[in-house]
């Protein structure tokens, strides 16, 4: 087994901080793919994660722990250190906020009300440097902390500048680069001012592995690489020459990690919620989502689907709920605060549309509550899951595995995993409100067995490639 040292970059951490009434500084283990991906490497390999302070209370654990030795006792990941950045608050609004939410997510997810935005003006130029200070910042931490021949795991369309940086210094790196995220065609990446689509791709091109979570996402990357560097791609093996050298592309199709969750659903606080909800919505059947208050997941649209059931099929009026939960996101961008906004004034429509004394439709909250979520996954009848276009989205892998009676699926095809669940799922265009309305339907109608059946074959898909495999493949992929 490859032993050589690993350093890992990502915005955001494995852990976020918060200060206590004293003064004493705790810590929260974040959710998501990459930590528990890490936790077996971790164990047995030297390990550095480099990320941003994101809050007060992180910069305060990062001027404790400049050279990344933040007391994190009880951490599940070995002796992994953990190095927190303090990044310029200034420089930091620039890349974060600026240009990786509002411009690079906007360009990958297509959200652009195209004619008013985008719009690349000189604001925007002062907004790449911050971008690049930033990306430096991460390069520099990483190259302080490195060994010879580390395996470096940069993640995300924040980080893209880094790879080349790293390469630029020290060629005896072997660096991987992941995206989370859908990549933008080539019709839709043009919109970038030229010379920073060009950068964001050479600057990838730094590393020696990409990785996607779907074909999807790197066939557009290469043909991005075709269009703008004009460089020769071998499709058959899914490389790039450039600079030299040959760059590999792979897809890596992130799976649910079934048995912590499991153990975590299990607890007593997932069982309160579960009765506490269950007294709330009686006997009636439930159609559940759970996203970030995030455009790209198109809430507003699902919410409009479940008021054409409604309308469309009163016989479902008083027999259903709908439990949509949102984690407030981004509230930086004033496009997030908006969509909440939103968001939430057709919620309140649609309960005064149709609510009676004994029967609230639909029970939305935004509000972060990680184990209220896994209770809703566990009662769902119907999982509600229709993005614009989403990277993969875990919870339509997520949910099925926890369900209690077996769920069904209703699933845009925008969505990563569509392309693993697309077979047992209900597939929607998630434009169109009266299909998305039909699907529900058919979902909420579906006979028992088969539910269970297809929930089964869900299950068996979504947990081929469990978050320590899927982060293994990306490390061979270095050797
Ligand atoms: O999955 C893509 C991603 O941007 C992650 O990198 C990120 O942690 C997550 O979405 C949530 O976004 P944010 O960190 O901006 O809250």
Redesign the pocket.
């Known amino acids: 087994m490859d032993k050589a040292q690993l350093l890992v970059a990502?915005?955001?951490g494995p852990v976020s901080f918060s200060i206590g009434e004293d003064g004493s500084l705790d810590y929260r283990r974040?959710g998501?793919g990459l930590v528990s991906g890490l936790s077996s490497v971790a164990e047995t390999t030297d390990t550095l994660w480099v990320c941003a302070a994101?809050t007060e209370a992180d910069r305060t654990a990062a001027a404790r722990a400049p050279e990344g030795r933040l007391d994190l006792a009880g951490f599940d990941l070995g002796s992994m250190r953990v190095r927190m950045l303090d990044i310029p608050p200034d420089t930091f609004t620039d890349a974060?906020t600026r240009v990786?939410?509002s411009t690079l997510?906007f360009v990958h997810h297509m959200l652009y009300d195209t004619p008013n935005k985008p719009r690349f003006d000189a604001a925007f130029r002062t907004q790449w440097e911050g971008f690049r200070s930033y990306n430096a910042a991460f390069a520099e931490a990483l190259l302080t902390g490195s060994a010879d021949n580390a395996r470096v795991a940069v993640?995300?369309?924040?980080l893209a500048l880094v790879p080349r940086m790293l390469r630029q210094r020290r060629p005896d790196l072997r660096i991987a680069h992941f995206s989370?995220?859908p990549w933008a065609p080539p019709e839709y990446f043009g919109m970038l001012p030229g010379e920073v689509g060009r950068e964001l791709l050479e600057g990838m091109l730094g590393a020696d592995h990409l990785g996607f979570l779907s074909r999807r996402w790197a066939d557009a990357f290469l043909r991005c690489c075709e269009t703008f560097l004009r460089v020769d791609v071998d499709w058959s093996r899914r490389t790039v020459e450039f600079g030299g050298r040959v760059v590999h592309v792979g897809v890596h199709a992130l799976g649910a990690d079934a048995d912590s969750l499991r153990r975590r659903a299990a607890a007593a606080d997932v069982e309160e919620w579960r009765t506490a909800l269950r007294e709330r919505v009686g006997d009636t059947r439930l159609i559940v989502r759970v996203d970030?208050t995030?455009l790209s997941k198109n809430i507003v649209r699902g919410m409009e689907a479940y008021r054409e059931l409604l309308r469309e099929h009163p016989e479902w009026q008083g027999r259903v709920t709908h439990l949509a939960f949102a984690y407030p996101?981004?509230g930086d961008v004033p496009e997030y605060r908006e969509y909440t906004e939103q968001v939430q004034r057709v919620a309140k429509e649609i309960n005064q549309e149709f609510a009676t004394a004994d029967w609230s439709p639909l029970i939305m909250e935004v509000t972060d509550d990680f184990p209220r979520s896994l209770a809703a996954y566990r009662m769902a009848d119907v999982l509600l899951i229709n993005p614009i276009r989403d990277?993969?989205n875990l919870v339509a892998k997520e949910a099925p595995a926890l369900s209690d009676d077996g769920c069904a699926l209703v699933l845009s095809t925008e969505a990563g995993a569509a392309d693993e669940l697309g077979t047992d799922s209900i597939l929607v265009n998630p434009y169109d409100v009266t299909q998305t309305a039909a699907a529900l339907r058919k979902a909420l109608e579906m006979p028992e067995d088969e539910r269970r059946e297809r929930c089964e074959r869900l299950v068996e898909s979504a947990t081929a490639l469990p978050p320590k495999r899927w982060f293994a493949e990306q490390l061979s992929a270095l050797k």
């Open positions: 990502s915005n955001r974040g998501g994101l974060y990786a939410n997510w993640q995300d369309y924040h989370h995220t970030r995030e996101s981004r990277g993969m």
